[in-house]
């Protein structure tokens, strides 16, 4: 055999390489974004990579490190400006020895994948389940006993601040002698309230519980929210007293280089064994680095943050809480768990030693707590009229609420919508583009790229803009719908070949025709009829569930359409209708509200109810 199949996530781009080539080498050849600011001379260490390890059915390989060359003395010695990760290899000097899966990290991509998902929190209430209690203990009121130590505290905090507290495990009495001793001494405690304790009345309230303590004062309280998707991982650190978002922070989700979807990552789990430990290990990993990056750019402390709410599709659920989710994978879809779950940060391996964690419900095996979330940021129980909420990923969540009562599904709508299977498709980062307009008329084309707030057809793009790359999500979805307005695209998806006799753009292709959105002679981006296809599969899929929703509601008329996620929350609602990605309905009726997930895991922080 003298070539290998290399197969790069999370891209998917894949193809045979000559055996020996240098990882470096294979990803130029098949155009995957793989940074070498040195040139491959092993000296900045940007091309580092990982080895995807175990059989991965989607592609057919079964990989593992043997597939690379040993790290020789160069690769070991090496002084990199950015030092060698673990396990990470160079991809300047790691030769390809057999069939393999090469995960690129955000790190190494030069074009990194920007996450925007900012939140969107109105009419906000803010009662949290954590409080502060400043205590302060006199020489009279102890002695030498730990336990006399914490029912003096209880006895303090109901005398002080009128809270009922639980008298403290041994497990804490270490952590409260070392605020409290010697005497006389002063603290903060926290302390965690139970949900729903402001609705209860005195009789039925289950006392506090004290779950940590701060020397000295301190009134500062803060929580974090996090979004796990199946593609994007959003965390968003929050003041608990204020209502203030201070910091926001993404990642694309490392589970990618296991499968692009979350059928892929059952499979793996069940083709190689302990791959949920992975899968687990890797996520947690994501969602500590996120913590780290909020409390620094914060300038804010982990001692501080007293409260963790985590959200995701009953996958990303089960594996952040280290649940094994393959009965997931097959009919009837069982969740380990379906209700709350309620326990620390420190429990899951998160390193914010004083805050608790709550996981809200699954609504079913494949409708999960970011629905649930998702649900309660946009307020599709109270809605006075049909309100429909599309949460559009690589996964899509779809919630009906009417007067008469709930509807959720899910559809497997696939990564296109991601830009993944899509010919110069790729994630959204700076050079993507992102919006296009197609004169009817002429068939001329304007985009415009994240990275830059000008048109192409403006003079300062050419001075403001990043390199074009390739085409994002809603640029794919605008392009196709621009196209079909502009009579290039069939009702049915067919590019009508014809249309050349308009405009040069549309070029013959095979046996089908193609259309150039972009060439600058350095970057050409063509619509492809496969391109087309993809799109149409994952609206059919969309759809299904839209329509299936919508019949088991007794097809209510919705003229309140939300579309939510990375993807539908930059999705220009018209061309949403226009490709009938959501049932007709006013266009002043369809309208983004961002990542209603984190918005409504985020209430979950300021909410007790």
Same mark, same amino acid.
């Given at each position: ?35 070498? %600011? ?10 580092? %990579?990982? *080895? ?22 160069? @690769? ?27 995960? %690129? ?29 400043? *205590?302060?203990?006199? !020489? ?59 609705? +209860? ?39 608990? !007293? ?63 943050? =007293? ?27 069982? =969740? ?5 779950? +309620? !326990? ?49 990923? +690589? ?62 057809? @403006? ?9 074009? +790359? ?17 009579? *290039? ?22 046996? !089908? ?12 981006? %063509?619509?492809?009829?496969?391109? *087309? ?77």
């Amino acid at each position: 055999m003298s070539t290998a199949r290399v197969v790069f996530t999370p891209s998917g781009r894949q193809g045979a390489v000559a055996l020996d080539s240098t990882v470096l080498d294979a990803a130029r050849a098949l155009g995957v974004d793989l940074d070498s %600011v040195c040139g491959g001379r092993q000296i900045c260490g940007h091309c580092q %990579v990982h *080895v995807s390890t175990g059989e991965f059915a989607k592609w057919s390989i079964s990989s593992d490190r043997n597939a690379l060359s040993r790290p020789g003395p160069e @690769e070991r010695a090496a002084r990199l400006s950015r030092p060698l990760g673990p396990e990470a290899r160079l991809g300047c000097a790691a030769r390809i020895q057999a069939d393999v899966v090469i995960d %690129v990290p955000a790190a190494s991509q030069v074009h990194r994948p920007v996450v925007r998902k900012e939140l969107r929190l109105d009419e906000l209430r803010i009662d949290p389940t954590v409080m502060l209690a400043y *205590v302060e203990l006199g !020489t009279a009121e102890l002695d030498s006993s730990s336990e006399f130590l914490g029912r003096a505290l209880v006895a303090e905090i109901a005398a002080t601040h009128g809270v009922t507290v639980a008298v403290p495990p041994a497990e804490l009495l270490t952590e409260l002698e070392a605020v409290f001793s010697p005497v006389p001494a002063a603290g903060t405690l926290i302390l965690a309230l139970p949900r729903g304790s402001r609705d +209860t009345t005195d009789a039925a309230r289950e006392p506090a519980r004290i779950v940590g303590a701060l020397p000295g004062f301190t009134d500062v309280a803060l929580g974090i929210a996090v979004d796990v998707g199946s593609t994007t991982i959003a965390a968003h650190l929050c003041d608990l !007293t204020t209502g203030e978002v201070l910091a926001t922070a993404g990642v694309m989700n490392p589970q990618i280089r296991f499968g692009e979807d979350l059928m892929s990552r059952v499979s793996y789990v069940m083709m190689n064994p302990g791959g949920e430990t992975e899968l687990t290990r890797v996520v947690r990993e994501a969602i500590n680095d996120l913590v780290t990056e909020l409390i620094a750019h914060s300038d804010s402390d982990a001692d501080h943050v =007293l409260d963790l709410v985590v959200v995701g599709n009953p996958i990303m659920h089960h594996l952040v809480l280290g649940l094994d989710p393959t009965p997931l994978g097959v009919a009837p879809f069982t =969740l380990a768990v379906d209700g709350a779950v +309620t !326990t620390t940060a420190a429990a899951i391996g998160i390193q914010l030693p004083h805050a608790g964690l709550y996981c809200p419900p699954c609504i079913a095996g494949h409708v999960g707590a970011d629905a649930a979330a998702a649900l309660l940021a946009e307020g599709v129980d109270r809605a006075p009229t049909p309100r429909l909420l599309v949460d559009i990923g +690589t996964n899509a969540e779809i919630v009906l609420g009417t007067p008469d009562g709930i509807w959720a599904a899910s559809s497997p709508t696939g990564p296109a919508f991601e830009g993944a299977q899509i010919s110069a498709g790729q994630r959204a980062t700076a050079g993507a583009i992102e919006r296009v307009r197609v004169d009817p008329d002429t068939l001329a084309t304007k985009v415009k790229v994240i990275g830059c707030d000008h048109w192409s057809d @403006e003079p300062a793009f050419d001075e403001d803009a990043p390199a074009v +790359t390739g085409i994002c999500g809603s640029g794919i979805v605008e392009a196709i719908a621009e196209l079909f307005l502009a009579g *290039v695209i069939h009702a049915d998806g067919t590019i009508d070949g014809a249309a050349a006799a308009r405009s040069d753009r549309v070029v013959a292709e095979g046996r !089908t025709a193609a259309y150039v959105l972009h060439d600058d002679g350095h970057m050409r981006v %063509v619509i492809t009829q496969n391109d *087309v296809r993809a799109i149409q599969l994952a609206k059919a899929a969309l759809r299904a569930g839209i329509d299936l929703v919508l019949e088991e509601a007794g097809n209510p008329d919705v003229a309140d359409v939300r579309l939510a996620g990375a993807f539908g929350a930059h999705i220009d609602p018209l061309h949403a209708l226009v490709l009938g990605l959501v049932p007709d309905a006013p266009v002043a009726a369809v309208r983004a509200v961002g990542n209603a997930a984190g918005a409504g895991a985020a209430r979950l922080l300021f909410s007790n109810a």
